[in-house]
Structure formats: structure tokens, C-alpha cells
T-cell receptor, first 115, second 118 residues
């Protein structure tokens, strides 16, 4: 069974500081990996995804993530955080093999941005 | 680009009532997923459909049922509602081929339906 761990429940950073959100997964092979962002009361917006190939993926809003097979990790990074980045971030995994797969989410990391 | 549409956006029901949530996938997406997100929780997979057939099932109560119709929209039917069913219900859609600006196999989420059971 696939699982996702996001070790940090809540992170606070200052605006303009760099950010790294951690994500570790458990799966027998290389899974599909995703980061979604959710603002309060809103839906889930896809930031970026990894299916295969280049292990450093670029997403929207200046985010990037690096897949490290040896560490079973897919950490999300941003060099300079903006106040509008305050939200909850979910890492998710899916089992590859077609368009039909369920996503398993981590518990989420709540990001607070101080002015 | 068109997104996933869910209706209604908000729904208030009494215990033991029934509710029907609707999901309209991105045009030409053939796969629909339903997820439930309780307060302060991560989304949990309920059920999915591919080409109008149920393709996978998660932690969906027996009181819930769902189907995908010929136009690919999907409905989640919930009966004998309980207080614990209060949650945000998301629908997501995907396409194996990838269409328009949507990536292959990527799940795109709707805004959710917030169900409150009193």
C-alpha cells in the first residue's frame, strides 16, 4: 500500500525567505508524485507533478520539487516566499499504470508567511 | 481552460436525510474520482470511474453510491446522513491521453461541495 508522510504540520517563514516542505513516500516502485496547494475553504490546485524523467520538476508560482529515489522523497522548494503563498500544501502519490489511479495524500503542511 | 465543475457548492442537510452531489469533469476527460476531506484532514479517496464503469473503491460507506453517466458526469448519492459525513467532497477528473492543456493522467480537482449535516 502506498503512503505519504509530511513531517512538518506547520511551518512559518518570513516573506522573501526560502522555503522547503518535506515529503516522504512509501511505495514499491517509482510512483506518480504531486504537490497540491489548498487555500482555506478552497479546492486543490496542482502545483507540480513527477511521472518520470528529469528528477527536478518546475511548477507554477515559482515552485520546484526534486524527486530523490534513494531517500523516497519529493521535497517542495521555493527560493523566495510571497505572502500569497500562505496556504496548506499536500503531497500526494499515485500508483502508475494508466489514467486510473487513486491519490494518497499526506496530512498536509500549513504554511504561514510573516510580513 | 475549462475546469471541473461541482454542484452544489454548499449543502446543508439533517441527519438521516439524503444528498446528491454532482460532478462535471473537464471536457473529454474520461475518468472521475471522488474524495472526502473532513475538517482539518487530508483528502481520502472514495471511488473512481473510468468510461462509466467503477474502476476503484476506497473507504466509501455502504450508505454512499456513485455512478458515471454517458456524458461522463458523475453523481455521488449519500443516504442516511450522519453528523460525521460533514466534510468537503472533491471531484477530480483525468484523461489518459491528456487533452487541451491538461497533462496526461493528471488529476484536476473541482472546487468541492461543502456538506454540513445537522
Amino acid at each position: 500500500a502506498q503512503s505519504v508522510t509530511q513531517p512538518d504540520i506547520h511551518i512559518t517563514v518570513s516573506e522573501g525567505a526560502s522555503l522547503e516542505l518535506r515529503c516522504n513516500y512509501s511505495y514499491g516502485a517509482t510512483p506518480y508524485l504531486f504537490w497540491y496547494v489548498q487555500s482555506p475553504g478552497q479546492g486543490l490546485q496542482l502545483l507540480l507533478k513527477y511521472f518520470s524523467g528529469d528528477t527536478l520538476v518546475q511548477g507554477i508560482k515559482g515552485f520546484e520539487a526534486e524527486f530523490k529515489r534513494s531517500q523516497s522523497s519529493f521535497n517542495l522548494r521555493k527560493p523566495s516566499v510571497h505572502w500569497s503563498d500562505a496556504a496548506e500544501y499536500f503531497c500526494a502519490v499515485g500508483a502508475p499504470g494508466g489514467s486510473n489511479y487513486k491519490l494518497t495524500f499526506g496530512k498536509g503542511t500549513l504554511l504561514t508567511v510573516n510580513p | 481552460a475549462a475546469g471541473v465543475i461541482q454542484s452544489p457548492r454548499h449543502l446543508i442537510k439533517e441527519k438521516r436525510e439524503t444528498a446528491t452531489l454532482k460532478c462535471y469533469p473537464i471536457p473529454r476527460h474520461d475518468t472521475v474520482y471522488w474524495y472526502q476531506q473532513g475538517p482539518g484532514q487530508d483528502p481520502q479517496f472514495l471511488i473512481s470511474f473510468y468510461e462509466k464503469m467503477q474502476s476503484d473503491k476506497g473507504s466509501i460507506p455502504d450508505r454512499f453510491s456513485a455512478q458515471q453517466f454517458s456524458d461522463y458526469h458523475s453523481e455521488l448519492n449519500m443516504s442516511s446522513l450522519e453528523l460525521g459525513d460533514s466534510a468537503l467532497y472533491f471531484c477530480a477528473s483525468s484523461s489518459e491521453a491528456g487533452v487541451d492543456l491538461t497533462g496526461t493522467d493528471t488529476q484536476y480537482f473541482g472546487p468541492g461541495t461543502r456538506l454540513t449535516v445537522l
